[in-house]
């Protein structure tokens, strides 16, 4: 039917023209109206029957689509006659669904459907009379037109589950109306913030509402991720898998699920399956986030899994550095668990597959199947016989490398056939030494190790999705439980490299010192910049679960970094570029000790004592002798404040290098600041300071897009800011002198600032984390 004609069609069961051309792009709901419409055959629908039957079809699963007829007859039969009747009826079919083409009990169908339950206005009546009786007057009697009813109308729709929500609004509607009498302007009038009633997050009717509502839709992000996965995030319940789209039914279904939550007792259980040839970058800390964090918010468990059957590319490094960086996050795993643990079960059951024809040896070389439209294999259909004793000698070492492969025998959604499941690899793996020399590929080991591990739901990237019809079809082409793949949306991070190999490429370069330079985007490196794990972890719920690839600036993830750090950094007096200043009638007879708080909006958090002495460093560009228009700090004819001091200081004389012209210091006299008119600017000093190394860090690349060829023609080798790192040596108050490796600071007015690695004693590293505001690193 045309496109035209559909619209048409949809009309005629009560849609507008935009929402029949909305839902026109919905390919599944459809298909399902087309089926509707082809059972209803022209009939002539009552009033309202038209939307239960598109309802019905944007919530059918494909998984039990075979049951169309049957809700389309009972739609038009009146015996589901609203959306509650509709939805239990969906319910139910898929509870039946476990089992494969399962036949429906009728009565037990129109039980759980409340068919033939009837409601009277009598009843709804007595019931809200009831509830506004029981507990609910007072609150209105305060609140008036401002009382949110829907809470009336939760309670009532659940003793009489079948009301009709429209005739309980409206009875709920005349009892308010007798108890308050007509609307007065105070009642017109919107509430103030102060008397807005909260929503109670305990409601069950309020949360199932929500679930419906935002059921695999897009998440919007959260402040945090306890937040994230507690609200905003609805995946399905352990054990409910078949209520999934595209979920696989078998004869099996059943009995496997049952046993799944007998293992699992009907607990969460993800994964974070990282492949140990690389460091971890912030693209990982969401995926790390949502695994870890979904498993937390549902009290369940997350294993860390290496999938660690690409020998030739695995170091014992990258093994240590992602269990660090997830423990860094604050996760800990259930259990570590290696994809090589189970090359024995993975190696029996892909003999399975060949002795049920599901797997075949081919020859064709890695360049004969790449692009889109390979060759098919002439191997395909080979006696199943000859396949087991070539596999066989595959695993022995009798077929040379690259000669030979395992396929498995089906497409997958993007029209790749046959994927490889074995490879021959002659190299030594990190953990079972030589005892294999054929190695399992992603998509043969990736589900299978998800079923062995019980996982009750797989999350992964958007790009995996092509891989769902594998991950199922061998799943239950073994006949084993079979978890639930979820995809998310990637993210990327603008003006930053993530790939493994491009990374590698800018080390060898001498680019980049090594995984962990500040300029990357891996979590090491952002470790080692300063960025505190919470922050990361913060950025990730802002990001939320969504479908959509997402790219943004490091500006976003820096003010997170910010909105941390503000709070958790204490201040210390620092100048990056020191201008000495002798003050020549220094107000006390010694050096003064002054106790400075860390936290100056906050004093009860704490202070650190530093030292005022006669001579002093301050911040180069705090002086100016020709200075530009609204020009704030000090020049010969205005004064400045010194932080935290009490003096207010003038220039009395400067002294400069003869042959350059350089100022070398300057001569001030002091005032206290009690008796000194009110200076422009206060700035931070130091006196008796201590040396440090800092480092100031931007931008690696000079495009957002470093690896787009049309943005870089040249490629991202070319695309290097040659200023992305500066080294200065600062001088700073001495209470910093005690700081650890990964201590962070506040450098007052200058930015955040974190304790390098390289730090030794008698000389502190310190690297610019973020500046104070956006933009503020980058002068």
Request: charged share 25%.
């Amino acid at each position: 039917m045309a496109g035209e004609d559909l619209i048409a069609k949809f009309q005629e069961l009560g849609m507008s023209e935009q929402k029949a051309k909305e839902t026109l792009k919905n390919a599944n709901v459809t298909k399902n109206l087309q089926l509707a419409l082809d059972e209803i055959k022209g009939a002539a629908l009552a009033d309202g029957v038209g939307m239960l039957i598109y309802h019905m079809a944007s919530k059918l699963k494909p998984q039990v689509s075979e049951h169309l007829p049957l809700l389309v007859r009972y739609i038009l039969e009146r015996k589901l006659d609203n959306t509650q009747r509709v939805d239990a009826a969906l319910d139910y079919i898929l509870k039946s669904g476990q089992k494969l083409k399962a036949s429906i009990n009728v009565e037990e169908l129109e039980t759980e459907c409340g068919v033939g339950v009837v409601v009277t206005p009598e009843e709804i009546e007595r019931h809200v009379q009831a509830k506004i009786k029981g507990g609910y007057k007072e609150a209105l009697l305060e609140q008036r037109y401002h009382f949110n009813a829907f809470k009336i109308l939760q309670d009532v729709r659940q003793e009489l589950k079948w009301a009709d929500a429209k005739s309980v609004k409206a009875a709920i509607d005349v009892e308010i109306f007798d108890l308050l009498g007509p609307k007065t302007e105070e009642d017109l009038k919107p509430p103030s913030k102060a008397n807005v009633p909260k929503a109670n997050p305990e409601s069950k009717a309020s949360s199932v509402a929500v679930a419906a509502a935002k059921e695999e839709t897009p998440s919007d992000g959260a402040s945090s991720i306890a937040e994230l996965m507690r609200t905003k995030v609805h995946f399905h319940k352990p054990g409910e898998n078949y209520k999934t789209d595209g979920y696989v039914v078998t004869q099996n279904t059943e009995k496997l699920l049952k046993e799944h939550l007998q293992k699992t007792g009907g607990r969460v259980h993800t994964r974070f399956p990282p492949e140990p040839n690389g460091i971890l970058h912030v693209g990982h800390a969401k995926a790390i986030n949502i695994n870890f964090g979904y498993a937390a918010a549902q009290n369940g468990v997350c294993y860390l899994r290496y999938d660690d059957t690409n020998p030739e590319k695995e170091e014992e490094k990258f093994f240590v550095a992602i269990k660090e960086m997830v423990e860094w996050l604050g996760y800990k795993p259930y259990k570590i668990t290696y994809s090589s643990d189970n090359f024995q079960q993975l190696y029996e059951w892909a003999v399975v597959l060949i002795r049920e024809g599901l797997a075949y040896v081919c020859h064709q070389k890695a360049e004969e199947l790449k692009g889109f439209n390979p060759p098919p294999s002439p191997w395909r259909e080979r006696p199943i016989e000859e396949s087991l004793q070539l596999f066989e000698d595959m695993k022995r070492g009798k077929i040379d490398e690259g000669a030979a492969t395992l396929r498995l025998k089906l497409t997958l959604e993007e029209g790749k056939v046959d994927p490889v499941a074995y490879r021959i690899k002659f190299i030594p793996h990190h953990r079972t030494k030589s005892a294999w020399c054929i190695y399992p590929t992603y998509d043969y080991t990736h589900c299978l190790c998800d079923s062995i591990e019980q996982i009750t739901h797989s999350l992964c990237t958007k790009e995996f999705q092509s891989r769902r019809s594998s991950y199922y079809w061998l799943c239950n082409a073994l006949n084993i439980y079979c978890p639930v793949q979820w995809e998310y949306g990637r993210l990327n991070m603008n003006y930053a490299l993530v790939s493994k190999r491009k990374i590698g490429k800018l080390i060898t370069e001498r680019i980049v010192h090594d995984w962990d330079d500040p300029r990357l985007f891996t979590l090491t490196a952002l470790r080692r910049r300063g960025f505190p794990p919470e922050a990361i972890n913060n950025f990730c719920a802002q990001m939320g679960v969504t479908g959509a690839q997402i790219a943004v600036d490091p500006a976003m993830l820096e003010a997170a970094v910010r909105d941390v750090l503000n709070v958790t950094a204490p201040r210390r007096l620092v100048v990056l570029e020191p201008l000495k200043v002798t003050i020549s009638n220094f107000p006390y007879a010694a050096p003064l000790a002054l106790d400075v708080p860390d936290f100056p909006q906050n004093p009860q958090q704490g202070s650190h004592k530093i030292v005022l002495d006669k001579t002093i460093y301050i911040e180069r560009s705090d002086f100016s002798q020709n200075p530009d228009k609204g020009y704030r700090r000090l020049t010969p004819k205005q004064s400045l404040g010194l932080r935290h001091a009490g003096l207010v200081i003038s220039l009395e004389k400067v002294i400069q290098d003869p042959a350059t012209g350089e100022v070398l210091e300057l001569v001030c006299t002091s005032q206290l600041a009690e008796q000194a008119e009110k200076p422009k600017a206060f700035v931070q000093w130091v006196s008796q300071p201590v040396k440090l190394e800092v480092r100031l860090y931007e931008q690696l690349f000079k495009h957002k897009n470093p690896e787009d060829p049309n943005e870089v023609p040249g490629g991202f080798l070319s695309d290097i800011n040659e200023q992305s790192v500066s080294i200065v040596q600062a001088y700073a108050d001495q209470a910093i002198s005690k700081a650890k490796v990964y201590d962070k600071f506040q450098f007052e007015r200058i930015g955040f600032f974190s304790v390098d690695p390289d730090s030794k004693d008698q000389h502190l590293v310190f690297n610019r984390t973020v500046g104070l505001k956006e933009d503020s690193g980058k002068k």
